[in-house]
T-cell receptor
Framework: DTGVSQDPRHKITKRGQNVTFRCDPI?????LYWYRQTLGQGPEFLTY????????KSRLLSDRFSAERPKGSFSTLEIQRTEQGDSAMYLC???????????FGPGTRLTVT | AQSVTQLGSHVSVSEGALVLLRCNYS??????LFWYVQYPNQGLQLLLK??????LVKGINGFEAEFKKSETSFHLTKPSAHMSDAAEYFC???????????FGAGTILRVKS
């Protein structure tokens, strides 16, 4: 069990640039979740996938954000035209199925300058 | 809608003393409840979960929590704090077989030698 991995661990970008993050879930897990965590707050749900289907998106996920999970394996989260308010830790989690424990990756820390 | 309130953003205890981290929840349906721990620059690790079985739940590292429906609480305790327990702790709620976790703002635990 190699756990959930995320890449990169840190990203510094200038305002207005696009960024893409990758998440590799635990191999047999068919559910994948994205959360955002800002300083001093708990993680907030962004979106989740059941295999390759994106089944729910939070209102936090503006039209500048897009997530994909091609072939139900790894997932990417893209932020277009980044803003300083996008600076946060982006966490990915996976679970075997609905209602099961969510296993979290180490996160990608985004800093927008 | 579901929500979580963690009382006390910072808690400080002496090594060997009782740890008590408070969590109150709001849920319109019988909830699943979780405690996660986060060490600096790491993802979240599940300590324990309540899924409508026994109200006293035992987790890893000597932690336990008791579900009290009448008080809408799920406080986390450990009889004797260790230096290694210093971290940030998050309480989270989801509906049964839910798709996402709703987290509290977190409590930073400091352990004094």
């Amino acid at each position: 069990d190699t756990g959930v991995s995320q890449d990169p661990r840190h990203k510094i970008t200038k305002r207005g640039q696009n960024v893409t993050f990758r998440c590799d879930p635990i191999s047999e897990h068919n559910r994948l979740y994205w959360y955002r965590q800002t300083l001093g707050q708990g993680p907030e749900f962004l979106t989740y996938f059941q295999n390759e289907a994106q089944l729910e998106k939070s209102r936090l996920l503006s039209d500048r954000f897009s997530a994909e999970r091609p072939k139900g394996s790894f997932s990417t989260l893209e932020i277009q035209r980044t803003e300083q308010g996008d600076s946060a830790m982006y966490l990915c989690a996976s679970s075997l199925t609905i209602g099961e424990e969510q296993y979290f990756g180490p996160g990608t820390r985004l800093t927008v300058t | 809608a579901q929500s979580v309130t963690q009382l006390g953003s910072h808690v400080s205890v002496s090594e060997g003393a009782l740890v008590l981290l408070r969590c109150n929840y709001s849920s319109s349906v019988p909830p699943y409840l979780f405690w996660y721990v986060q060490y600096p620059n790491q993802g979240l690790q599940l300590l324990l979960k309540y899924t409508s079985a026994a109200t006293l739940v035992k987790g890893i590292n000597g932690f336990e929590a008791e579900f009290k429906k009448s008080e809408t609480s799920f406080h986390l305790t450990k009889p004797s704090a260790h230096m290694s327990d210093a971290a940030e702790y998050f309480c989270a709620v989801s509906p049964p077989y839910g798709n996402k976790l709703v987290f509290g703002a977190g409590t930073i635990l400091r352990v004094k030698s």
